[in-house]
């Protein structure tokens, strides 16, 4: 069975499909529109976007076409990152009901600490304010569950200190290889679920001799490695691609990888990105 068909039960009790569709990178257009259906059509039921991504236009209409119910997908997408204020983060979320075609959002998440290229400044009273903002549209029953992504133990006891909600979900990179632990740990103390983007490295984690030593063994692909161990540490992968035969794939995930085999896997330690 597709591990889609499982759930992660988030800190407010909503249901979350274990492995969600990512569509970071995919162009705005044919190329989104023809990913998301067909990953709908293979069994997907949580989709990933972002305003920043530029195709939440694309995303919407595939969900609509597919004639699949609305509550039946889980719909996740982000705040831009120049937006870092209260009104701002209201109206930008207007902006995404309307290009995504619906009436609610599941999750919403601030894209990052930080805003546009400047990464230097961390943001800490706007990220507050779009926090509250969300903390609104949550109340108001416009979004199942709100959250953060690419915040750090300092960014989210931010969040912590100064709003009312718990976060429901950090996402963040994470890959065999990459080690952010401190986070993790931080998170799941706090009940927070962490979503992992970039979960096959980009691609770039394919061709690890490690990982498709571990594939052989298990008769499974290097990327079915990279995604299962993933689940095995408690994190919900978010894969992308633009290819069917890859999108099931990616579900079929259905095995356990044994704890001396996540041990050589936690033993790797590169980001080939
Ligand atoms: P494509 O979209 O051409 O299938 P990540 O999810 O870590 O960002 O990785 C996405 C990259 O990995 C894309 O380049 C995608 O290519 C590729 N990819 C996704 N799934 C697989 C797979 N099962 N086997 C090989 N490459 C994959």
Redesign the pocket.
Known sequence: MAITQNYYTLNNGLNIPKVGF?T??LQAGKETYDSVLNALKVGYRHIDTAQTYWNEESVGQAVKDSSIPREEIFITTKLATKVKDYQGTIDAFHESLKKLQVDYIDLFLIHAPWSGTDRTNRYKEGNIESYKAMETLYNEGKVKAIGISNFDVEDTQNILDNTTIIPQVNQIAY?IGLKPQEVIEFCHQKGILIEA???????HL?DNPTINQVAKQYKQ?P?QICLRYLLQKGTLP??????KQ?MI??LTLDFTIEPQDMALLDAVDEDPR
Do not use: D, I, M
Not at 197 to 203: C, D, E, F, K
Not at 238 to 243: W, Y
């Open positions: 990512g970071w990178q890959f983007y970039s979960p096959l490295g980009v691609g394919l692909t990327a978010l894969p992308k691609s633009a290819h890859r794939e990616n």
